[in-house]
């Protein structure tokens, strides 16, 4: 009885260090490797030349879910890579882990994981998807039309940027 309460002790004065010292990373999960794979959270981003508002602000990303890729970090900053290679500096609250990716070249979205399935769309360059599942050769994407409707199908995964670390 008297070994138990003993480490019942230890364990409790540990957490209270833990907590008290400011070392929450000791309990918290290592961050994913890098490069990965992220997306923006909103229609607006500023991508800074360097990581911190007092850098300039290079471009303003305006495309929602726009996939990106994650190759270095800096603090609360991430150093990101776009479809085009550019590179720049957004602050980690704008970016999302939600996969999504970004159509290359114009491409037909099917009605199953085969070149011979049914056309059910054609998606257009540049255009974001969310992706559900990942099947070798063929990606199973949802894509949301200008009225709001989404529909889902198969596309190629040679087709898309983002789906996997390029």
Known sequence: ???????????SILAFLCASTGAPHLLAK???PLPRIACLK??????HVGPGLEYPVDWVLTLKHMPVIIISE?????????FDE???????????TKLTAMIKQETNLRTSK???????????KHVVVSVLK????????????????KVTGWVGSHELWGNTSQ
């Open 42 to 47: 909103s229609s607006k981003a500023n991508l």
């Open 114 to 124: 085969s070149e011979r399935a049914n056309k059910i769309a054609v998606l257009g």
């Open 134 to 149: 990942r099947n070798g050769a063929w990606t199973r994407v949802v894509v949301t039309t200008p009225c709001g409707d």
């Open 74 to 82: 800096f603090g609360q900053w991430r150093r990101i890579k776009l």
């Open 30 to 32: 290592p961050p994913a």
């Open 86 to 96: 550019t590179i720049g500096w957004v602050h980690k609250s704008l970016l999302s």
């Open 1 to 11: 009885m008297r070994v138990l309460s003993m480490r019942l002790l230890k364990l």
